[in-house]
């Protein structure tokens, strides 16, 4: 099953645990209390009708999940999240939506597209990542090798931990930021390599999985984790 979420605005925390149920709780916002007088409708908002009572609208088809955030953007409101850890996650909104989104624990596919920050901590891919401004921050506990990652930030800086031994064909692109690594790329074997401002290619540990990352003028960090 996938879980679409779109237009959510500011921190979106995603946790995933071991269980079938999807959990999202307000934590900050408008209050959703229904009057008397209205006792027994729905909001409606110009995206759609709440039928959550948290200023959602929650839609299945098939095996997609569809959760779109109604609330206009004059109105603050977020939200926390805790779904099963094997569903696949895409995430969608527009800059004024200013959304961050936090992902932790899943074992599926990611896709996300903001304007904001993406921080995934304890994941294995594949990853489809693309920001404009914010900083694309990823942990792994081990590499999906099933299918291609692309990682792609215009001017917000790229932090990745990758599994020591992870085996992947690397793809490199920045225009002036500066890819920095400790693991044995072109540049040579320092302990910390520099690079900046070109593309290259790179087989680690052998090859395997097309690993693509991209920055225009952010940063890119690439380090070895367990």
């Keep these: 099953e996938k879980l679409s979420l779109i237009n959510f605005m500011g921190a979106l925390p995603i946790e995933g645990y071991n269980g079938k149920d999807i959990v999202i709780v307000p934590t900050s916002g408008p209050s959703f209390d229904v ?27 098939g095996k997609l999940i569809t959760v779109r955030c109604l609330l206009p953007i004059t109105t603050t ?7 099963p ?14 959304n961050n989104i936090s992902i932790q624990n899943m074992k599926n ?20 990542l693309s920001s404009v401004t914010g900083e694309i921050d990823i942990d792994y506990s081990k ?12 001017s917000g800086n790229i932090d990745i931990t990758l599994p020591a031994s992870a085996p992947a064909d ?6 002036t930021g500066t890819v920095t690594s400790d693991f044995k790329l ?20 052998g090859g395997g999985v ?8 952010g940063n890119i960090h690439l380090t070895k984790g367990n």
């Design 35 to 61: 009057p008397e007088r209205a006792s027994g409708l729905k909001p409606v908002y110009p995206d759609g009708t709440d039928n959550t009572g948290i200023g959602l609208e929650l839609e299945k088809s």
């Design 77 to 83: 409101g977020t939200y926390k999240m805790k779904i």
């Design 85 to 98: 850890n094997n569903l696949a996650i895409m995430a969608e909104s527009g800059c004024d939506r200013a």
């Design 109 to 128: 596919e990611i896709e996300i597209k903001t304007c904001g920050a993406i921080s995934l901590k304890g994941v294995t891919g594949p990853l489809v």
């Design 143 to 154: 590499v999906n090798k099933d299918k291609p990652v692309s990682i792609n930030s215009v």
């Design 170 to 175: 690397l793809e490199i692109r920045t225009t």
């Design 186 to 205: 072109p540049a040579g074997d320092e302990d910390m390599a520099h690079l900046g401002g070109k593309t290259f290619t790179h087989a680690l540990n």
């Design 210 to 217: 097309d690993y693509t990352i991209v920055s225009v003028t």
